[in-house]
């Protein structure tokens, strides 16, 4: 079973950089379609990015791709979200979760969630 840890989230200014990582344990990310999520209180939780690399799957969400890059380290086994340009929008609990293992592609389900790392922007 695959453990995330997301962590790098913090309190911003608007415009300011911040870059998530997700360490797993347990498992190899490269066998697995991870996605990043984020939840603002009240709204409904949005997939913000997703990097499957066996079967080629990526995606970044319309409102944050000229902003937000997915990436991953398999060496160390990290996804990581870096976020420039960040807006008070983009305050969120960020998540990452993965697949099962050898499910790849960036649709449901993802059953493997971490706790999340709360990101604030504000002026």
């Known amino acids: 079973q695959v453990r995330l840890a997301e962590s790098g989230g913090g309190s911003v200014q608007p415009g300011d950089s911040l870059r998530l990582s997700c360490a797993a344990s347990?498992?190899?990310?490269?066998?697995?379609?991870i996605g990043w999520f984020r939840q603002a209180p009240g709204k409904d939780r949005e997939m913000i990015a997703c990097?499957?690399?066996?079967?080629?799957?990526?995606y970044v969400a319309d409102s944050v791709k000229d902003r937000f890059t997915i990436s991953r380290d398999n060496y160390k086994n990290t996804i990581y979200l870096q976020m420039n340009s960040l807006k008070p929008e983009d305050t969120a609990v960020y998540y990452c979760a993965s697949k099962r293992l050898q499910q790849y592609g960036c649709y449901p389900p993802f059953v493997y969630w971490g706790q999340g790392t709360q990101v604030t922007v504000s002026s």
């Open positions: 347990g498992g190899t990310l490269a066998w697995y379609g």
């Open positions: 990097l499957s690399e066996i079967d080629g799957f990526t």
